[in-house]
């Protein structure tokens, strides 16, 4: 028998199968989380092996998905490392670098609202997004997350010591009590920062409840453990590490309530989530400092311990379940996850490289890591192979200008402590090429960090002055 429909009929049933492809299309788009968090070293999750630091949810996480052994941050302190992360462009392109290190209350300058970051390419291919926690790229309503691409921001405008109390005098006599927002409105001044995890935490577990139904992208860049190490009385004396311990101990039981959420939701296998820090940890702060492990150096230095930091990506059943030692960076997540998305992207202009072969199928995709310090390049890793082209510490006793290159096999030598330059003549002329490649295609922007508030202006002179 001969089927025969009028075309209205035709119509009806063709318009089903497209509607019900373009809904499918929808669902397949993932979810994504970042955790980020401050200050937070190489050496101190259990996984990691810290030797007190417990770790549960981290370790099960990592068990349960990929965890890396060489990931990179894209510059070792807070304000740079975050524009890397959510633009994919090294800072020295996007201008968020300078003398200061980061930008202070008393700034006048953030991160371009042209930028294109992860939540306004994201945005584009109907994803909700959320800012929760630390932002510190610009105070001023013009740079804050509402306004590069975020639906919502909850959480303080930059880092958690700007504030009077400290031991800071210029702080202490010029900046306002630490500011609390909700998108633009400031809903609370000098919180108390005992309950920030838990605040950003609840935030978080909302916003993926609201949108179990449809594509997101969450932003929850900690405050902590970047000094001061506040706690609440029950969070208080549980860790063998004592305040520091207890701080990312409280992080990590945000974590497991976090992919608790998504798997009660059974949104778990649809949604990657990946945990990392901003930067190595503050080595200045002493006992309520974390560990960089087995790597040199802290945060703000261009030894592995700046640069190099715990990540662990998550994605049960797509993602392996594996310890990984290929390199990636967090300028990679803006192309992954817009490509995971199934969006478009610059590709020339970003620094950052598409690594989702790396996330599902272990392979290795970047090869180069560059080390900053401000604007000038400092030292390349290409492969194994690490070589200093300016002296990476100035203010100490080691080796000077006159002593570069200097070269490490950080796959052997991860603490950087045997220099062979001398005997690897042809590799320190292989990175020699590459590093020059790199200069001269480094597109500059000027600092962003050098205008001051006219309202500080006179106390910001005078304190310089008097320094
Ligand atoms: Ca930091």
Redesign the pocket.
Known sequence: MKLFFKPSVWIIFLSLILFSCEKNEKLKKPNFIIIFT??LGYGDLGSYGHPTIKTPHLDQMAKEGMRFTQFYVGSS??TP?RAALLTGKLPVQTGMYGKRSVLFPDNAGGLDPKEITIASALKKYDYKTACIGKWHLGHLKKYMPLNHGFDSFYGIPYSNDMRPEGKWDYARDNFPPLPFLDGHDTIGVSLDQGNFIEMFTQKSVDFVHQNKNNPFFLYLAHTAP?TPLVLTDENKDLSMRGAYGDVVEEIDRSVGKILKTLKDLKIAENTFVIFTS??GPWGWANIDGGSSGLLKGN?GSVYEGGYRVPAIAWMPGRIPEITTTALASTLDFFPTLVSLAGGEYDKKSLDGVDISKTFFENSNVRFDIHYYRQDTLIALRHKEWKMYIKDPNPWDDGPTQKDMPLLYNVEQDPSEKYDIAKSNQKIISMLEDISLDHIQSIKKTPSQYEQILPSYQTAYDEYNKNK
């Open positions: 401050d200050d302190i807070c490392s970047h901003d930067n945060k």
